[in-house]
């Protein structure tokens, strides 16, 4: 069992940046392919990027791609999305998600088992 806890959200105006975190709890962190996901209001969640279990690739939506850096610290159990040259449309409830399989590149959400609550990410004009 993988408890996953999100922070770091808030409101920025467009052209700035965040960076949100997500600690895990469990000791095999490292096994874990981690995802962020985001959810506008009306909108389906959806896919933003994920990690490998040793943080050595990731991989991004088109969305987001050159704006938003995934990192991890496997010694601190955390996930980290650097989000830089926010726009409108990033607003949206960010979730960190594990995916218990390790496999790198997961896309659905269906395929993640460990969600975080969501911390809320709001970008003025």
């Known amino acids: 069992q993988v408890q996953l806890v999100e922070s770091g959200g808030g409101l920025v105006q467009a052209g700035g940046s965040l960076r949100l975190s997500c600690l895990a709890s469990?000791?095999?962190?490292?096994?874990?392919?981690m995802g962020w996901f985001r959810q506008a209001p009306g909108k389906e969640r959806e896919f933003v990027g994920v990690i490998t279990g040793s943080g050595g690739n990731a991989r991004y939506a088109d969305a987001v791609t050159g704006r938003f850096t995934i990192s991890r610290d496997n010694t601190k159990n955390t996930v980290y999305l650097q989000m830089n040259s926010l726009k409108p449309e990033d607003t949206a409830v960010y979730y960190c998600?594990?995916?218990?399989?390790?496999?790198?590149?997961?896309?659905?959400?269906?395929?993640?088992?460990?969600w975080g609550q969501g911390t809320q990410v709001t970008v003025s004009s």
């Open positions: 469990g000791r095999t962190f490292s096994n874990y392919a």
């Open positions: 998600a594990a995916d218990r399989s390790g496999t790198f590149g997961r896309t659905s959400q269906r395929s993640y088992e460990y």
